[in-house]
């Protein structure tokens, strides 16, 4: 593979989720007023379920390390 290859596939990715997200509906999940939203229900679920939700928190980290997906890889 040639060196300018994986940069210029990077870049190409970065572009096409911009554009993604600029010009589809995603565009109006993503503004801060629903990622607020979304916090206030995911908070009053952990607090209505508390053992399901740290019952499914450990299942989804046992898959991950089991499976050794990584979480901030460059």
Known sequence: MKKWLKPALLVLLVAAVIL???FTPLRDYLDFQKLYEGRDNLLD???NYYIL???VYILVYFAVVALSIPGATI
């Open 53 to 55: 939700s740290v019952a």
């Open 45 to 47: 679920y952990v607090n």
């Open 20 to 22: 993604i997200v600029r």
